[in-house]
């Protein structure tokens, strides 16, 4: 019985997400095997840092990560100081005065990342189409974390057939091939200050998991209550279980 | 609960409460000592389970509703808010988040433990008929519960699901335009769901109780479709199915929660995680997957119903989509007089069985047919195809089979009584075990 309910369950969930997760006409990005994955998998924190390095001295240059703050930059690993320190490299507009002025100054940590652009207009002004915000682009997208890593290194010459106009940039996983986005990383592009490989892979991968964590940051404390909580319902139906067989035993 | 004969309660405030309002005695009789057949297998479970997640869903829906904000600007962004820095605001979401896929499935398979076991059969019609309301209103809120996030799926199934009402003839612009509260889905679209969102699992909860009513006077139906006939084809409540429905629950909680905790967003669509933008289609618009069998049989009408040799149309293909659609479910509340077959449960109808179960995997297929993009292909063909053979079989099961079997079908003899019925199964038990 349980086994009809769970295989009818199986073949469900089978049956409706695993079409949903195919994305028309373009190659699968390739399966990174990342730490994050798995019921006990949890982020790696010196690649979330390094993530964070390539976000601000790349990335940051045309996409915003609006809903992180830069407390939130202590999951990283990252103490209140160094959070503190990070902040007050960045300005952001604060205000309105007791004179009714807008001002600047450094962040603070409660603040959000600021964004490189005043509104979606002015992003779209400077790149022809506006870059999509990140903090939930591993959520956003299928294939998750392995998408944006294949985007990243995906990038080829376009096939001779396939003219680009100006602007446009072939790419081996984008759906439709056609990106706005010229190629982001180059082997050495970012200094990594912990001996770590400097090429577009590795960059990749350690921008791909802070995103990861920038779209779910609390994925290890939900993993973490599953298990308790699965553990918990597990030792609760097994002493039902038991009670209901000592109840029904002398029922027929 | 009516105030018959009432027994007094040893407990002085019990006492004091009950002879006043009866409510103890109500209790007592509803769900201590109420009779209940003693043969029930697991699928009985079901209600009590949905019945569980109908609480879930109110009880995280409003504390999600102290955190949200029903503005097509910050409904987003709110939304990750309550991610984000709502102390166990992630938890609340994906509870309630996947709540709404497990509160259907459980509501799935108790409809079709009804189905399967002639649970609408005289004299449940009504019962039936409660239910399958509980099911529309079940599918309102869920529909208009997934715009509330705003993400892209939100505002473009909304938009698709809204405009259906505009093949209505005559009025069914004006519709459109009352259910957007102006030209496009906009902001009065989202403020009028929220409101609605909130409204319907009080309306459902309401008829939740009519509907248990119901049973409580009929007494449940068993998986031998045959009525009690007397104290030893039943058991009181409680114990015995208290915690019989509590371990089940368990059991289903601990699926529930393997999705909640390990992957949330599984049954979900990734779209959703980006902010609606009314100048930006998807490339696939999908329903929920709970909505998938029906949006198949939508999308299976891809022709209209002219007046031969002229240019006059009678049904448009959307309109015929439209209905093919809500009439789908519209059957289920004359299934009773549908199948007017005598005998209530498929065990004792082996040639009824046989085309439920065809139903049951057509349905699950329409499911599929419905996840797949417009030009999707299937051995060659347009999945079209398989699609409006699917829906076709759908609806013969219910407007041609099931009123010609009532009438030749012969079927299985029936037990004498439930008693007799179970203690031949102990019997022949024994006997295996004993070999």
Redesign the interface.
């Known amino acids: 019985m349980k086994k009809t309910l769970l295989s009818l369950l199986a073949v469900v969930t089978c049956a409706y997400s695993a079409p949903a997760l195919a994305s028309g006409g373009t190659e699968a990005p390739p399966h990174v095997h990342w730490e994050f994955s798995g019921p006990f998998g949890t982020y790696d924190r010196a690649a979330l840092q390094r993530g964070l390095k390539i976000y601000r001295e790349v990335c940051s240059s045309c996409h915003a990560v609006k809903h992180l703050a830069f407390r939130n930059l202590t999951d990283l690993g990252y103490n209140e100081e160094q959070v503190k320190a990070i902040a007050a490299e960045y300005t952001v507009t604060d205000g309105p005065d007791e004179d009714g002025e807008m001002f600047e100054r450094p962040a603070r940590p409660s603040d959000r990342f600021p964004s490189p652009y005043p509104n979606e207009n002015a992003a779209k002004a400077a790149n022809g189409v506006a870059p999509p915000d990140l903090s939930l682009i591993v959520k956003a997208r299928h294939h998750g974390a392995n998408h944006v890593f294949g985007i990243l290194t995906g990038y080829e010459e376009a096939p001779e057939d396939h003219p680009l106009a100006d602007g446009q940039h072939w790419n081996k996983y984008m759906p439709g091939h056609v990106i706005a986005m010229a190629k982001p990383l180059s082997n050495g592009q970012v200094t990594y200050e912990d001996g770590t490989i400097e090429t577009v892979e590795q960059y990749a991968q350690d921008v791909a998991q802070f995103l990861a964590w920038a779209s779910e940051p609390d994925l290890e404390a939900r993993k973490r209550f599953g298990i308790s909580a699965l553990i918990f319902l597990a030792v609760f139906a097994g002493v039902m279980y038991r009670l209901k067989k000592a109840v029904w035993k002398d029922v027929h | 609960m009516g105030h018959g004969e009432r027994t007094a309660f040893e407990n002085p405030v019990i006492e004091w409460i009950d002879s006043r309002l009866p409510i103890f005695t109500m209790m007592q009789k509803e769900y201590g000592v109420f009779p209940t057949p003693?043969n029930f297998?697991?699928f009985w479970n079901f209600g009590a389970i949905a019945m569980f997640m109908l609480v879930t869903m109110i009880v995280t829906g409003i504390v999600l509703a102290m955190h949200y904000t029903a503005n097509t600007h910050l409904a987003f962004?709110s939304v990750?808010r309550i991610?984000?820095d709502v102390n166990g605001g992630?938890?609340l979401r994906?509870i309630h988040m996947n709540g709404a896929s497990f509160f259907f499935?459980a509501v799935y398979?108790h409809i079709f433990r009804g189905m399967y076991y002639g649970s609408y059969k005289r004299p449940r019609e009504l019962l039936w008929i409660l239910g399958v309301a509980i099911f529309l209103l079940m599918m309102a809120t869920a529909f208009i519960g997934y715009v509330l996030p705003w993400g892209q799926m939100s505002l473009w199934g909304a938009t698709v699901i809204t405009n259906l009402f505009s093949a209505i003839p005559l009025v069914g612009d004006s519709i459109v335009t009352l259910l957007w509260g102006g030209f496009s889905v906009d902001n009065p679209t989202l403020t009028r769901f929220f409101a609605l969102h909130y409204l319907l699992p009080f309306v459902i909860f309401a008829v939740v109780f009519i509907h248990v009513w119901a049973l409580h006077i009929t007494g449940s139906n068993n998986p031998l479709g045959i009525d009690t006939k007397g104290p030893q084809d039943t058991?009181p409540f409680n114990?015995?199915y208290t915690?019989?429905d509590?371990?089940g629950l368990?059991?289903f909680?601990?699926?529930y929660?393997?999705f909640?905790?390990?992957m949330?967003?599984?049954?979900g669509?990734?779209?959703n995680?980006?902010p609606a933008n009314p100048l930006v289609t998807p490339?696939?618009i999908?329903p929920e997957?709970y909505f998938?069998p029906f949006y198949a049989i939508l999308r299976a009408i891809t022709f209209s119903i002219d007046i031969p040799f002229t240019d006059i149309t009678i049904i448009t293909a959307k309109l015929g989509g439209v209905i093919a659609m809500f009439g789908s479910i519209l059957l289920w509340f004359v299934l009773p007089w549908l199948d007017s077959h005598p005998i209530r449960s498929a065990k004792f109808r082996p040639v009824f069985r046989y085309f439920f179960l065809l139903l049951l995997a057509d349905f699950?297929f329409l499911?599929?047919v419905g996840?797949?993009?417009a030009d999707a292909t299937m051995f060659g063909l347009p999945l079209s195809v398989f699609g409006l053979g699917a829906t076709a079989y759908y609806f013969a099961f219910f407007i041609v089979i099931l009123p010609w079997l009532s009438k030749h079908e012969k079927g299985r003899e029936l037990p004498a009584s439930i008693h007799e019925a179970?203690?031949a199964k102990?019997k022949k038990k024994a006997v295996e075990i004993s070999e």
């Not at chain 2, 949330?264 to 049954?267: E, F, V």
């Open positions: 003693k297998n697991y962004d990750e991610m984000r992630w938890l994906y499935i398979i058991v114990p015995y915690i019989k509590s371990f368990v059991v909680l601990m699926l929660a393997l909640i905790f390990f949330p967003n599984a049954l669509h990734p779209d995680y980006t490339a696939h999908v997957w998938l699950i499911g599929y996840s797949q993009p179970v203690l102990n």
